[in-house]
């Protein structure tokens, strides 16, 4: 029986033997191709909430959000620009870096959505597994940050190859997902342990602010950069990074964009970064308790500064390859 699907954005793990039902003219092996390897993860909107306490992990706070799209914004192709204008809601009045936060704005109405902000590993480990991670609090497989960007990049892949997609997902609500979580999986502490929640569990001091280390990296590390550097001007922020880009970072660029064999769209690599980075300046000398000042503040920020540079230029990559009608869906 044909697996019914709505214009939700709501999703579920597909059984991958469903998919020729669910796909259309699609084949299937054209869209397990989109995903990587051999995870073949497909999901699409559907019917079942997964109502469960959600604890309070947040994301790149809105300035990071904004900050990332708008990198990202500059970087796409004139072709991919109009094609992403024509999927904006009207609120965004033209423009991506509007919607960034929207996914969670959302996240309280669409509960199923709120375990999709992050990928936890066990405690300690600071190596991330797709099969082993990504997967919600029940343990339901696909649900975490990483596969929700391999869903809604393929939902995006197959209304761009094929017009019956286009009416059986939201794809305005797609595009804002996916800027959104690539951004997410860009943030060391969206790829936590499990354990303290990603940090939210670990209470600390701001300077004198009470606060926890999620949320120093989602927000505070940004907030005091922008009032003590950038005037309090998320705008002088995000052009001294992309004069960073195009001064020392140029020769990264193409690196930071290429996805392994071609593929679309890679979210591991970045969450491989994003723990590596978590055990490396995010937990290092943040035990609960103690208090974060100028040190940690100081060798931080540049890291945050080059997530936040890596998100924009990542998610223009994969923008441009999903709408580029140049692309192939699948790998040759
Ligand atoms: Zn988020």
Redesign the pocket.
């Known amino acids: 029986m044909a697996m019914k699907v709505g214009l939700s954005s709501r999703v579920f793990a597909l059984n991958t033997t469903h998919l020729s039902e669910v796909l259309d003219n699609t084949s299937r092996a054209e869209a397990a191709a989109v995903v990587m390897g051999s995870w073949k993860v497909f999901w699409v909107s559907g019917a079942i909430v997964f109502l469960q306490m959600i604890p309070a ?4 706070g809105q300035h990071g ?1 904004y900050a990332t799209c708008k990198i990202a914004e500059r970087l796409l192709t004139d072709g991919v620009r109009a094609a992403v204008k024509e999927l904006l809601p009207e609120f965004a009045n033209g423009e991506l870096a509007a919607v960034c ?1 929207w ?2 704005d959302i ?1 309280f109405h669409y509960r199923w959505s709120s375990d ?3 990928v936890d590993t066990p405690d300690f480990r600071c190596q991330y597994e797709y099969c082993r991670d990504c997967h919600d609090p029940a343990g339901h497989k696909n649900r975490c ?1 990483t596969g929700a960007i391999y869903n809604y990049t393929l939902q995006l892949m197959l209304a761009n190859h094929n017009s019956v997609s286009e009416r059986k997902y939201n794809l305005t609500e797609a595009l804002m997902f996916l800027s ?2 690539i ?2 999986v860009h ?1 060391p502490l ?1 790829v936590g342990f499990t354990g303290d929640l990603g940090g939210n569990t670990i209470q600390a001091h701001w300077y004198r602010r009470k606060t926890n280390l999620h949320h120093v990296w989602d927000t505070m590390i940004i907030d005091s950069a922008l009032k003590k550097y950038y005037d309090l001007d998320l705008t002088n922020m995000i052009t001294a990074i992309q004069r960073n880009i195009s001064d020392n970072w140029s020769d990264d660029m193409g690196s930071w964009e290429a996805c392994a064999s071609n593929y679309t769209v890679c979210p591991n690599p970045y969450a491989t970064e994003s723990i590596d980075l978590a055990c490396k300046y995010a937990y290092r000398n943040a035990t609960p308790g103690s208090t974060l000042e100028d040190d940690y503040f100081l060798s931080r920020l540049p890291v945050v500064e080059k997530r936040l540079a890596q998100g924009g230029i990542r998610l223009a990559a994969t923008l441009n390859r999903i709408f580029s009608s140049q692309s192939p869906i699948s790998v040759a």
């Open positions: 992990i947040l994301s790149w959000h936060s996914a969670d996240r999709l902000h992050f940050v959104h979580f951004g997410d943030q969206h």
